[in-house]
DNA sequence: CATGGCAACTGGCCGGACCAGTGCACCGCG
DNA sequence: CGCGGTGCACTGGTCCGGCCAGTTGCCATG
C-alpha cells in the first residue's frame, strides 16, 4: 500500500470550498445574499481575517461580490466567463500570443461551430441569426461600432446554434479580444463601407449554408 | 461630456496588479521569490492582511505560491493551465455540462489540432507522435492505465504540432476528464486488448494523414 | 406625505500577537 | 578537518480588537 503525502490544508480553503459547493449545489443562487463577514466568522468559526481570504478568492473567481457598506451581506453573481476570460488573457502574455494565434484559434472554433450549426441549428437559431444579420445591414450606415456589435450578436448565435457550452464559452473568451481587432481592420481599410459590406456578404453565405445544412461547407466559409 | 462613475479601488488591488505587471512583463521570473509578506509590507506601504488578500488572489490565479517556513518567500510559478481548468471545470458544473457535451468538444479541438498539424508539423512533431504510438503499442501489455497515459501523450504530441497554444491549452484542460473516460470506455469493453488495438489502429491512421499533409483527412478521421 | 438626518450596520484596512513549521548557520563531535 | 545534529531567526497561517468611510433604512421633522 501506499500513503498519499499529507499538505496541510489552510482554514480559508475550507471556507471557499463549503461556500462553492453550496453554489454550486444550488443551496445558493444567483441573485441571493450571503451572510456577513462577521456573521460568516461565527458560522464558520474562523477569524474574520480568514473569511476575508476566503470571500477574496471566490471574488476573484467571478462567484462573488462585496460592496463596502451594502447590509445585505456579499452578492452571489450569475456565471460569467471573466474568469475563464482573465485566466485566457493571462496565458496570452505568458505564452507571448500573437494576433495570429489568437484569429487563428477564432476561426476554428467559429468553423466548428458552424459545422454543428449547420447540423443541428433549430428555427429559432436561424431567426437569431437571421436578426443579427439584419442588424448588420442596418448597422451599415451608423459607423463602425455598431457594426462591429452586430458582427459579435452574429457569431454569437452561431455559437449558440452549435449547441455546445464548450464552444460558446471558448466564443465569449475571444470575443473581447476580437471586437477590437474587427473594429481596427475596417477602421484601417480604405473604403470602411466596402469592408463592412464585404464581412457581411460572408455572413450571409454562412448562413445559407448552416441553412440548408451543409456542414462542410459551413466551416470551410467560416474559415 | 459624460463622467465615469467612480468606484473604489482597493488597496490590495493595486498590489496584485502591481506584482501581476512585474511577472508579466518579465521582472520576475518563474523560480524567483517574492520577499516576504512582512517586506512586501513596507515595501507597499499596507499591513499585512492587505498583502495576505493579494496574494491569496495570485495564488488562486496559479501564479504564486507560499508556504510556510519558507524563508525565501513565495515562490513565482511557471505558468499553468490550471487556472484555466478550474474557471471550465466550474463553467461545466454550473451549464450542467454533459459528457456528450465534453466529447464533442474534445473531438472538434482534436479535429482542428489534427487539421494544422497536417499543413504545419515539422520533423520533430512527427517524432513525437511517433514515439507517443510506439509508447501505446508496448502498453498494448501493460494494462489499460499505461496504455490511456501513452494516448494522452499521443493527443499531447497533436496539439503541439498544431501549433497554436490556445488549442494547446484547450487539449490540457480537457484532458483529465478524457482520461478518465478512456480508461472507462476500454474497461467496459468485451475484450480490452481489441479495443485498445482498435484505439491504436485509427491513432495511427490519423498520424498517417498528417505525415502525408492531407489536412481535411486527418480532421474527418479525428472525429 | 415628502424629506432630511441619524444610527446601525457593512466591508476595507490597520496593528499587534501567537503558533507551528522551515532553512541555515553555527557548533561540537568524531 | 569534515560532518551531523541543534538552535535560532524568520516564515506564513491564524486570531483578535480596533478604526474608518460608506451604505441602507428607519424615523423624526418639516
Known amino acids: 500500500m ?3 503525502p499529507v499538505q496541510p490544508v489552510r482554514a480559508y480553503e475550507r471556507v471557499v470550498e463549503q461556500i462553492e459547493r453550496a453554489i454550486y449545489r444550488g443551496d445558493l443562487k444567483p441573485g441571493e445574499r450571503l451572510s456577513s463577514e462577521r456573521q460568516l466568522m461565527v458560522e464558520f468559526a474562523v477569524s474574520r ?13 467571478g ?11 456579499p452578492l452571489i453573481l450569475p456565471f460569467s466567463t471573466i474568469a475563464l476570460e482573465k485566466s485566457l488573457a493571462s496565458l496570452a502574455r505568458v505564452e507571448q500570443l500573437s494576433l495570429v494565434d489568437l484569429l487563428q484559434f477564432r476561426m476554428l472554433i467559429e468553423g466548428a461551430a458552424s ?4 447540423r443541428g441549428h433549430t428555427p429559432e437559431h436561424i431567426e437569431a441569426m ?12 451608423e459607423g463602425e461600432a455598431a457594426f462591429s456589435v452586430a458582427d459579435l450578436a452574429f457569431h454569437e448565435a452561431i455559437a449558440s446554434a452549435a449547441g455546445n457550452p464548450l464552444l460558446r464559452a471558448c466564443n465569449a473568451v475571444v470575443r473581447d479580444v ?17 469592408q463592412m459590406a464585404e464581412t457581411l456578404r460572408l455572413h450571409r453565405k454562412v448562413l445559407d449554408a ?14
Chains 1, 2 share one sequence.
Open 2 to 4: 501506499g500513503f498519499d
Open 49 to 61: 481575517s480568514t473569511v476575508r481570504e476566503a470571500l477574496r478568492v471566490l471574488q476573484s473567481a
Open 63 to 73: 462567484l462573488i461580490r462585496s460592496r463596502p457598506g451594502d447590509p445585505n451581506g
Open 115 to 118: 459545422m454543428l450549426a449547420a
Open 130 to 141: 437571421e436578426a443579427a444579420l439584419t442588424a448588420m445591414e442596418a448597422a451599415l450606415d
Open 178 to 194: 476580437v471586437l477590437e481587432l474587427v473594429l481596427k481592420k475596417i477602421s484601417e481599410a480604405p473604403d470602411h463601407r466596402a
Open 210 to 223: 448552416v441553412r440548408e445544412r451543409q456542414p462542410a461547407r459551413a466551416a470551410e466559409l467560416s474559415r
